[in-house]
């Protein structure tokens, strides 16, 4: 039929129909019974050649191989086996896919959100400006803060360098509202189990079919959904790139039970389908076949329980994209001159009216019964899916995302069609291995029963008894007579028969099967058995980091396929999200509000985090450092490290770089400090030599001045008193205007003279008294009889104590006279 051709989707993209002309539930019907054709175009139809493939690739990955091919290779396929073979297939191939799958589900990923609108780049370059005008003018803020008794910078941690502010830059600088967007969108993915159950689902896929799948919607409460799409049901156009980003329509074909159905599309719920139609639809679905062939009760209208209700039906579920254009006149009014917009297009234009075209992209939903042809839902999609840039709102996605790695005319090459043929082949080799053992022949003998007939032991009765056979299978060892009576040569009783077949068969084999594991290994890109030779002591560390990078390099696409669409599923949950709180859900209020998403623009990515093998390199390499360099601890937080390192690891490595050179330039700083504090010293010791030298210099001079100054008072005093004194010698009298002369003279010369004789006179008393009591300390000590003359001695009678200073007085008093004056 021409409505079912690819003309409908033509005329459908390209003609110059409404909104409402394209939501017609008879257009809907024509499209989706279009796109049913492609599903079941026979067996050389894409849908059907694709599916049979991944068929055997599950099969294959699961060990369920089809091993009936095997037996015709093998001629075993007649009547009569001989052999009896155990035809179980290897399960190498679901070995490699685990072990692939094990490898990828170590590894960890999160949705990253960044903010891209203009309002949240101010605030992060304003945060920045802050923080660097803090670091600049730190010192000064702590001296002005001292000084008020005020604080002045913010409470929070300042980076110390500008090195550590564009690393906070780069791993911490987050607004609040990317926080709880990044938050609220993991939550969203971790509820549904795309980071464990379905995730491990989704690689499998990757790795058994080469194609994964997610179907993302919002439900009328504003609650976002992400459901797992499986490839062998899916649909999409022809589409060259690895995303399909250019495919027209996409879907896939699900099972609904008759219960679903009614719920969503019943009269009673506010749909179109009665119980009769429902009723019609579940006679198509495979629990039909029943041996009672239920007919339709006109009860079962009224019962609130059905027969019929758990049965499934398959149901054609997808989305077109296409461009609508929507016409407004614009009317400028002739008295005040403002602008009215009307929704539509006239005729005829006024002079005073302009047609304006509004063009966007818009997604189109239905839902259709494949086998009855129903019709369930066409029509613009609710909640569709737009971005959240105003500048974009004209665009729409896909509820669908989809990815085929290595797509090649819709087809690509998954792990077990790698490996197919060597995998075959091993396979055959195990039973040729199986038949080749069934069939071996232990070792024989070959025997001459006439040669052993004449055997002669002699005549010995003993002898007679003598069993050959019993004889040979016991010792190995036959004794025979050469010839026999007439001298003719008797050939030998018994001869063995070595299998010697069975060996080198056997050694061929088992080359055969190494030979086609080693192809194996070429196709797949990696050794499934680098694990088992990681343990032999040969292999060092290096190597295995080596084989490593070099196997994931192999077979790493196959993750980044379920990477990049989780990708295009967190974009549009992104989405979906924005609208969700946008518009008033309580779904996610609890974690981010309306005004935390006004005005933002969310960028979404899939951060890969980090390898437990990275990390461990990387404290590896940190260690190492510590110990060669134990004052780096002083400069470098390992918790740190450790806790951004499972963020990036390469981030992690910048802060070791900035760590190493922020060491390095301390220890080259106190080495400089240490050089100037020495220079200085020795400079301070000098100036303190120099200052030392001329204070020693100055108290030489100070000392000499004294002395010449007080030489020069002596030589004036003597002068003055000898020039006194000279008058008095020759009997002359002091002329009246020398009287006060001569009284100072005499009572500023001569008389201090006189008092410090007194005084050196009692001095000498005092010594000669402190003298003769140790002396007479020392004799109390002594022996008797010089305490006795000591005491003798001391009593002297008055006269001599008398005459004693008298002598004393005289002396004195000559020596003042005979002083010059």
Known sequence: ?????????????????????????????????????????????????RNNRYKLNRNSANGRINMGKFQDLLNFNGKVNYANINWQSIRIVNRIISGLVGRWMNRNEKIQITAVDNLSQDDKLQEYKELEYLITNRAYLAKLEQESGMKVTPDREIPETRDDLNLWVKQFQRLPEEILYELACNDILQAGGWFDVLKEKMLHDSAEVGFVGTYTWMDEQGVIHVDYVKPENALYSYSEYPDLRDTTWRGQVKSMKISELRRKYGKEFGGTLTEQELWDISATAKDFQYNDKLRWDVNWNITAFRPYDEWNVDVLDFEIKTVDTNSYTAVTTKKNKSTILKKGRDEKQAENEEVIDETNWNIYRGVMVRVKQIMLEWGLKRNMIRPQDPKETGNAEFSYSFYMYQNYSLTNLAVPEKIEEPADQMILARLKMQQLVAKMRPTGALINWDALQSIDYGLGDANKTIDVMKLYDQTGTLYYRGKDDEGNQVPVPITELANSGFLPQMQGLIQLYQFHYSVLKDELGEDPNMANQALQPRVTTGNIDTAQQVAANATDYMYNAYVDCMKQTARKISCLLNTSVTYGSQAYRHIIGADEVKSRIFNTDVKLLPTGQEIMMLDQKMNQALASNPQLAMFLDTFKIIRIAKEDVKLAEEYYRISMKKMQETLQAQAMQNQQMTIQGQMQSAQMAEQERRKSLEMELEIKKRISDAETTNELKKSMVAGLFGIYQKGMAVPAELKPLEAEILQNIAMPLFSE?????????????????????????????????????????????????????????????????
């Open 757 to 821: 004789n007194i005084n050196a006179e009692d001095m000498m008393a005092a010594q000669m008294a402190q003298q003769q009591q140790q002396a007479q300390q020392q004799g109390q000590e002594g022996e008797q009889p010089e305490q006795e003359g000591a005491e003798q001695e001391e009593q002297q009678s008055p006269e001599q104590e008398q005459a004693e200073p008298q002598e004393g007085e005289m002396e004195q008093q000559q020596q003042m006279q005979e002083q010059p004056m």
């Open 1 to 49: 039929m021409m409505e079912k051709s690819a003309t409908i989707l033509k005329d459908f993209q390209l003609n110059d129909l409404s909104i409402k002309d394209k939501s017609q539930k008879e257009y809907g019907l024509k499209i989706a019974q279009y796109i049913d054709t492609t599903i079941g175009g026979g067996i050389t139809s894409y849908y059907w050649t």
